[in-house]
């Protein structure tokens, strides 16, 4: 089994995270709040340290890889980096793929 964490905006200056086991298909109320992503991805980190080698994250639902437990602890700064650029790449490519379709003609043989 692999946990999953899925961070999530909580209001204009909060975040908060959950963790599952499974993808649930609505997430529960938040319990706790953080000033920074950065912040939920080191108390997740924490957490899941002695019981974990690897969790999988999301960010609002949307899936950004399968990432090791220590460096949630280690380098939260440097991985929220690495998923903002990913989820960055994933709307672009999902912008793209939406603009390519809607486009008269395309998909057509």
Known sequence: ???ILDLR???SDAFT???SAQLLATLPKPQELFASTERCLYDA???LQHYFESVHIRYDGISLGDYPVSR???DPLGLYD???QRLIATFRMRTRSHATAA???AGAL
Do not use: D, F
């Open 1 to 3: 089994m692999q946990p």
């Open 9 to 11: 905006r909580a209001g």
């Open 17 to 19: 995270y959950s963790l």
């Open 45 to 47: 980190g924490k957490a």
């Open 72 to 74: 949630l602890v280690r």
């Open 82 to 84: 690495e998923l903002m």
């Open 103 to 105: 486009r008269p003609g």
